[in-house]
């Protein structure tokens, strides 16, 4: 939670459990997801955050020009939860979800009030990826992400047009869809040619990995050719690629499709397919 100060630090030795408390969290996100769908609020994407967001006190959400990316207002027994109205709309509602998370920790410790460590400036970077993760679960719930992929299909194309569905970034996507299919990983190749160089590298600009893979962000592609034709021809292929990224080695199946293009600034995604490799 980006909030304003006020709220005094809580010690690293009186935390709480992570796994046990992200448990706790998780559990309560589904249940949040149940109450609607058996309210009639939700049956496909989008999930109605707004409604979510009701369902836990949330009386308010504004969108202000202020420097966070969002900020949860204890007003009573309430809540008011501010975002960044310049960001785009899928991060608001990433944020919106972020926020609902802080209020599901604290209803999952039995706290009905104002609570020191959910509800403050929060330097608290184990509550801040609890959140992360509850908000991935309540805008991407599994049963429905699992039916869309199946229903729409595997392929990279595919899968965007679902992250597009559930109106979420694909970083998050990517996430998501890592904890449903460990073979499958995703990967955003980003350059910056500021240099003016006819070859510029691509590094990692995040990943999304399941069964414990590691890639570094900032790793090289190595001027692989496939992603330079993706580029260049602005267009979707498949190939194989041979990757030294951190525990992922090997030769690998792969779909790359360009996302974005600004300036002299590219981006790539990849869908690797780790459970084939060569």
Same mark, same amino acid.
């Given at each position: 939670?980006?909030?304003?100060?006020?709220?005094?630090?809580?010690?690293?030795?009186?935390?709480?459990?992570?796994?046990?408390?992200?448990?706790?969290?998780?559990?309560?996100?589904?249940?949040?997801?149940?109450?609607?769908?058996?309210?009639?609020?939700?049956?496909?994407?989008?999930?109605?955050?707004?409604?979510?967001?009701?369902?836990?006190? &949330?009386?308010?959400?504004?969108?202000?020009?202020?420097?966070?990316?969002?900020?949860?207002?204890?007003?009573?027994?309430?809540?008011?939860?501010?975002?960044?109205?310049?960001? =785009?709309?899928?991060?608001?509602?990433?944020?919106?979800? =972020?926020? &609902?998370?802080?209020?599901?920790?604290?209803?999952?410790?039995?706290?009905?009030?104002?609570?020191?460590?959910?509800?403050?400036?929060?330097?608290?970077?184990?509550?801040?990826?609890?959140?992360?993760?509850?908000?991935?679960?309540?805008?991407?719930?599994?049963?429905?992400?699992?039916?869309?992929?199946?229903?729409?299909? =595997?392929?990279?194309?595919? %899968?965007?047009?679902?992250?597009?569905?559930?109106?979420?970034?694909?970083?998050?996507?990517?996430?998501?869809?890592?904890?449903?299919?460990?073979?499958? &990983?995703?990967?955003?190749?980003? =350059?910056?040619?500021?240099?003016?160089?006819?070859?510029?590298?691509?590094?990692?600009?995040?990943?999304?990995?399941?069964?414990?893979?590691?890639?570094?962000?900032?790793?090289?592609?190595?001027?692989?050719?496939?992603?330079?034709?993706?580029?260049?021809?602005?267009?979707?292929?498949?190939?194989?690629?041979? %990757?030294?990224?951190?525990?992922?080695?090997?030769?690998?199946?792969?779909?790359?499709?360009?996302?974005?293009?600004?300036?002299?600034?590219?981006?790539?995604?990849?869908?690797?397919?780790?459970?084939?490799?060569?």
């Amino acid at each position: 939670m980006r909030c304003s100060s006020g709220y005094a630090r809580m010690s690293p030795s009186s935390a709480p459990d992570e796994k046990a408390e992200l448990r706790r969290g998780l559990a309560e996100a589904d249940r949040l997801v149940d109450s609607a769908r058996s309210a009639g609020t939700y049956s496909s994407p989008p999930v109605p955050l707004e409604s979510l967001a009701a369902l836990v006190n &949330i009386r308010k959400i504004v969108r202000l020009d202020i420097r966070e990316s969002g900020r949860l207002v204890p007003v009573g027994q309430s809540f008011v939860v501010e975002l960044n109205a310049s960001e =785009h709309r899928y991060r608001q509602r990433f944020t919106l979800a =972020h926020e &609902i998370g802080h209020v599901l920790l604290s209803r999952s410790k039995g706290r009905n009030q104002v609570a020191e460590r959910y509800f403050r400036c929060s330097n608290d970077s184990q509550l801040e990826r609890a959140c992360d993760r509850i908000a991935g679960r309540l805008i991407l719930p599994p049963r429905e992400l699992r039916q869309e992929v199946e229903r729409h299909g =595997h392929g990279l194309s595919d %899968l965007v047009g679902v992250a597009r569905r559930f109106e979420v970034s694909w970083q998050a996507f990517g996430f998501a869809m890592s904890e449903l299919f460990d073979d499958r &990983i995703l990967i955003c190749w980003r =350059h910056s040619d500021l240099s003016g160089s006819k070859r510029p590298a691509y590094r990692v600009a995040w990943s999304a990995s399941g069964s414990g893979t590691f890639i570094p962000k900032g790793a090289a592609s190595g001027n692989d050719p496939l992603v330079e034709q993706c580029v260049s021809e602005w267009r979707s292929l498949k190939g194989e690629m041979t %990757l030294r990224l951190g525990t992922l080695r090997g030769s690998y199946p792969v779909e790359l499709l360009p996302v974005g293009r600004a300036r002299r600034q590219s981006e790539v995604l990849m869908l690797v397919h780790s459970g084939r490799r060569n």
